[in-house]
């Protein structure tokens, strides 16, 4: 995952419980303190008594004391991520029993010792210099957690034993640089989290046998894949797939920041098909190398939607329409594909389920879909931002598009001549959006 996107997802996250505290508190004063990005090496001693959600973050401090943060009691969020922290005490925050939001994700903690914080529900601690998982047998007793934000570089069962009895909505997991070179396969086969996240180390090519299998899991994301250099076509990565179908409950799929080969991608996609996932999205991705011709295989697949976004192909030593014959074909309802240089899509070989196509952000021209006549099930399509110019052929394109409401060709350079004859739309049309042109 990129640092931008990690921004914003902490960044909803915050939003969303500032958002469930002002409910909570509509009865009462809420104090907001915002010193991040301001230079601080030490937690300012002026805070006021009625503080109840205060950001560090983006600062130089290198500890936490009690006495920094004994005066407030009414703390409920705590924010001091992106700082030079090495070592924490968690029980300087006994006093503080509102705390339910602590961040101290982006430090430097190689160690913390641990005291019972039993109202929290949100911990993170990713993106540290742990080298076990910072798990205490105290955490055991967090009933209210919600998220729990991890690192480490090694990685046992018996570490994750202390919290296998709670139900944690979310669990990230950042895996340090060094990670991979002793492994514990079966070491997350304990946790008991709906989604998983886990961030592999950049830049590594992908040798890991960790399985993420997790029964529990509905959701699971996977960042920093890497395998180009494997003669056998990234075969511990497709290690890790094929594991996934052990997990029935699994419906929910997101890789993100991949580098790897066309064929591995096209395998990837294939074992995915044949899993219990439901919604399958890949993002950041770059392609490289040939691509070998062979059929794709539809059959019994539980996928619904896919979703790609911003994929780059270094070249294309092969004919571009084999992929969008592969894309055009799938026997799914949604299928997006957006920022992928994408110049053309071929028209489905028979009646297609597609319900929704999101084409934006490509350079797809007037002739996409030109005397298609097998999108008649289609409700809803963005051709935003392309390389859109005769409005006429566009009209003439969704024509044959029976069942079509929503129609997006905003952001285009889309002209209109009068003498090419009356603007007539298809019928079903309820929605669409010209603006911009």
């Known amino acids: 995952m990129t640092k931008e996107n990690l921004s914003i997802f902490h960044f909803a996250i915050i939003f969303i419980l500032?958002?469930?505290?002002?409910?909570?508190?509509s009865e009462e004063s809420e104090v907001l303190v915002d010193r991040s990005k301001t230079g601080l090496t030490h937690v300012p001693k002026d805070l006021s008594l009625e503080t109840t959600i205060l950001d560090l973050s983006q600062n130089s401090i290198s500890e936490l004391q009690t006495s920094d943060i004994l005066s407030l009691s009414k703390l409920r969020v705590f924010i001091i991520s992106h700082n030079r922290i090495q070592y924490l005490d968690v029980s300087v925050f006994k006093f503080n029993q509102e705390l339910e939001y602590l961040d101290l994700s982006h430090n430097k903690l190689e160690k913390i010792s641990c005291h019972p914080m039993l109202n929290l529900k949100h911990l993170d601690l990713s993106f540290n210099a742990f080298d076990a998982l910072p798990i205490c047998q105290e955490f055991g007793s967090m009933f209210q957690l919600e998220f729990l934000g991890l690192s480490a570089t090694q990685l046992q069962k018996s570490s994750v034993l202390p919290?296998?009895?709670?139900?944690?909505?979310?669990?990230?997991?950042?895996?340090?640089?060094?990670?991979?070179?002793?492994?514990d396969p079966e070491s997350l086969q304990d946790l008991n989290t709906q989604s998983l996240h886990i961030v592999y180390p950049p830049g590594k090519e992908f040798h890991f046998m960790l399985d993420v299998s997790v029964s529990t899991a509905v959701n699971l994301e996977l960042s920093n894949i890497r395998c180009v250099l494997d003669a056998n076509g990234c075969h511990h990565f497709q290690n890790v797939l094929l594991k996934l179908q052990k997990n029935s409950k699994l419906s929910n799929l997101t890789l993100n920041n991949i580098e790897t080969t066309w064929n591995s991608f096209i395998t990837t996609l294939q074992f995915v098909w044949h899993t219990s996932i439901e919604y399958f999205s890949i993002s950041s991705v770059k392609l490289q190398?040939?691509?070998?011709?062979?059929?794709f295989d539809y059959s019994d697949t539980s996928l619904k939607a896919l979703s790609l976004h911003q994929v780059v192909s270094e070249v294309f030593s092969f004919p571009q329409s084999y992929i969008y014959k592969i894309f055009s074909n799938m026997n799914i309802q949604y299928l997006t594909v957006s920022a992928t240089h994408m110049v053309h899509m071929v028209c489905p070989s028979q009646i297609s389920p597609f319900l929704y196509l999101d084409f934006s952000n490509?350079?797809?021209?007037?002739?996409?879909?030109?005397?298609?006549?097998?999108?008649?099930?289609?409700?809803?399509l963005s051709l935003q931002m392309n390389q859109l110019k005769e409005l006429v052929n566009v009209i003439h394109m969704t024509k044959e598009m029976q069942s079509l409401q929503q129609l997006d060709v905003s952001q285009n350079t889309l002209r209109y001549d009068e003498n090419e004859g009356s603007c007539t739309w298809t019928g079903s049309l309820l929605s669409l959006n010209l603006s911009s042109n």
């Open 163 to 183: 919290i296998a009895h709670l139900h944690i909505g979310k669990v990230l997991l950042v895996l340090g640089d060094s990670y991979g070179e002793r492994e």
């Open 289 to 295: 190398g040939q691509l070998d011709f062979r059929d």
């Open 362 to 380: 490509n350079a797809l021209t007037d002739m996409v879909f030109k005397n298609c006549a097998n999108l008649a099930n289609l409700n809803t």
């Open 18 to 25: 500032i958002l469930e505290i002002r409910i909570q508190l």
